[in-house]
């Protein structure tokens, strides 16, 4: 074999070599660049699924909470329809009272409401106060004979006060004072008339 065959095949040898390597070297750059995007859109899969997971978390929580302000809307107007109705009952009752203070069934009533608080007071010397209608109609003369039946002395203030009907009755130094009015008996009556009233209105309901 001649120098320059010997050159030759040594060269091509080279050259083989070399693309081998160079093969070799592109089919793993190849190979990772596939391993890359394979994981890249893995990555980008689990990203999509995460992102979708808290929307969808996220779209959860916000239907939760509008049903949740929707049951307490809800609540809240059934609450205030339901005040609505207890307060117009006693409008209606307080309606009655004022129409019922207009008739003689009610002076009776009056007249037994000061013997009632009269007795409360257990005291001899007493001084009654009404409203400026029933001053028109009660007199000295009905107290008197009202008295003598009690074994008290029961005067009629000159003074008169802005309520439905009733009475106050006190002591004539006016340390001890007893409200017999209709107004604070209703008052007085209010939250237990209230938890009632709601009872009739909504027993269906129960």
């Keep these: 074999m001649s120098i320059k065959d010997g050159l030759s095949a040594i060269a091509n040898e080279v ?5 081998k390597e160079s093969e070799a070297i592109i ?4 190979n990772q660049a596939k391993e890359t995007l ?10 999509y699924q995460t992102l979708m997971n808290q929307a969808t978390a996220k779209a959860e929580g916000e ?6 302000l929707t049951e307490v809307e809800m609540r809240n107007r059934l609450l205030q329809a339901k005040e ?10 307080l309606v009655k009272l004022k129409d019922f203070v207009t008739t003689k069934e009610y002076h009776g009533y009056l007249l037994n409401l000061i013997k009632k608080a009269a007795g409360r007071i257990a005291q001899k010397n007493l001084v009654i106060r ?6 028109g109609w009660l007199t000295q003369d009905m107290l008197n004979r009202l008295s003598m039946k009690l074994h008290y002395e ?15 009755i006190e002591t004539l130094d006016g340390k001890i004072t007893y409200d017999s009015t209709i107004d604070n008996r209703l008052k007085e009556l ?5 938890v009632e009233v709601a009872k009739i209105l909504f027993k269906k309901e129960a």
């Design 15 to 19: 050259l083989g070599d070399v693309q």
């Design 27 to 30: 089919l793993f750059a190849e």
């Design 38 to 47: 394979k994981a890249g859109k893995e990555r980008a899969v689990q990203n």
């Design 63 to 68: 239907r939760r909470k509008i049903v949740s």
């Design 84 to 93: 609505g109705l207890v307060d117009t009952t006693f409008y209606k009752a």
């Design 130 to 135: 009404v409203n400026a209608k029933d001053k």
């Design 154 to 168: 029961i005067k009629l203030s000159e003074q008169t006060e802005d309520f439905i009907g009733g009475c106050k």
């Design 190 to 194: 209010k939250p237990t008339l209230r």
